[in-house]
């Protein structure tokens, strides 16, 4: 008894509907060469699929071909799924660069305060000088200084070095 194509066709559908729920391994001996099988690797790593998924994904695609019409028009199904993945980790990126412009912003914000910040300790540091000089060189004008003492600045120095040249 010989089946009609169509019988065939039908049978195909039917263990292809099944196969595509229950996914397993298979060792299978593929007789290309050494550079093919070096360039498959490479393609395989840049789309970022295992080897494995990527000739899985070629025969589903060569089965669909047979046993149905294809409506992805010639693209694998891996690919789709890849293109999701690419587009959800794109929005990631995107989130990422807003959340950094953020932070961002807030640092140059903290580093101008601290800019201003230290501007005003040094107006303070110089006015709180501005006004023990005064009270030190009064001192000076009671009492007469000699050229080798320190001088009444408080720079540390002989006051011939300093205030004394």
């Given amino acids: ?3 009609d ?3 065939l066709a039908k049978i195909d559908r039917r ?5 595509a729920h229950a996914i397993g391994s298979q060792a299978v001996k593929v007789p290309v060469s050494d550079a093919v099988w070096s360039t498959w690797r490479r393609y395989c790593a840049a789309i970022g699929l295992t080897m494995g998924e990527g000739v899985a994904g070629l025969i589903t695609h060569e089965l669909r071909t047979i046993v149905e019409e294809v409506t ?6 891996f690919a ?3 293109e999701e993945e690419l587009a959800a980790r794109k929005s990631q990126i995107v989130a990422r660069e807003r959340d950094l412009t953020a932070v961002e912003e ?11 910040w230290e501007g ?3 107006a303070r540091e110089q006015r709180l000088e501005l006004d023990s000089k005064p009270a030190a060189q009064s001192k000076a004008i009671d009492r007469k200084i000699g050229r080798n003492e320190r001088c ?8 011939k070095r300093c205030h004394g040249s």
């Fill in 152 to 159: 009444p600045c408080g720079s540390g120095l002989k006051y």
């Fill in 15 to 19: 263990v292809f509907a099944e196969l």
């Fill in 72 to 77: 992805d028009a010639g693209v694998p199904v």
């Fill in 120 to 122: 005003e300790l040094r």
């Fill in 1 to 3: 008894m010989a089946l």
């Fill in 106 to 116: 807030r640092l140059h914000g903290w580093t101008e305060r601290l800019g201003i």
């Fill in 80 to 82: 789709g799924r890849r």
């Fill in 5 to 7: 194509l169509g019988m």
